[in-house]
């Protein structure tokens, strides 16, 4: 089984997925796993690695993953890479929501989580349609879009569950 989780910046996927992926059995693979491969062909500290630099390279490596089954893929190109995969999950949140949570976390004010959130998306949705031609906020490639705004994680998991439930039956 392969799974893709997409969501927006400041959304926090990372805990969700790597949780989810103990619930059901899979191997978790994110975005970071893929910059510290970067890191270690390219000799690059991971905090210089541009993903935009190593378009083809990711490609690569999130399809070599999928190959390999059994796992969730927690990177943007995820959904739009693998075509095969079983279920693709869009995690969304409104930019209030998300800058609240990354004050909170970050011990920053609201409004600069806020600009944050919105330079990143600005950022990730320009790096996007560059390298790879698509547009990364267009949800139809998506099975299920889930707004997180008043879920906690285990609702949210349980959803997805449900999900993978449903679609074994049928």
């Known amino acids: 089984m392969i799974i ?5 910046p400041g959304t926090e996927t990372k805990e969700l997925s790597k949780l989810l992926a103990l619930q059901v059995g899979l191997r978790y693979f994110s975005a970071q796993e893929i910059k510290k491969r970067l890191a270690v062909e390219t000799n ?7 993903e935009e630099e190593f378009t083809e390279k990711i490609k ?3 399809e070599g993953e ?3 089954n ?10 739009w890479t693998i075509n095969n995969a079983d279920l693709k ?18 011990k920053i004010p609201v409004g600069d989580a806020l600009e944050e959130i919105e330079l990143k998306e600005k950022e990730q949705e320009k790096s996007f349609l560059n390298n790879y ?3 990364i906020y267009d949800l139809q490639v998506y ?22 439930e449903k679609m074994h039956k049928e």
């Open 143 to 164: 099975d299920l879009v889930i707004n997180m705004d008043k879920l906690n994680q285990d609702s949210t998991i349980g959803i997805i569950k449900k999900y993978l």
């Open 89 to 106: 999950v869009f995690l969304k949140s409104y930019k209030k929501v998300r800058a609240k949570t990354m004050s909170e976390k970050q």
């Open 4 to 8: 893709t989780i997409t969501s927006y």
């Open 70 to 79: 059994d796992i969730i893929i927690d990177h943007t190109l995820g959904a």
């Open 60 to 62: 690569q490596i999130i």
């Open 66 to 68: 999928a190959k390999k």
């Open 44 to 50: 690059f500290p991971i905090e210089k690695i541009k």
């Open 133 to 135: 031609g698509i547009n």
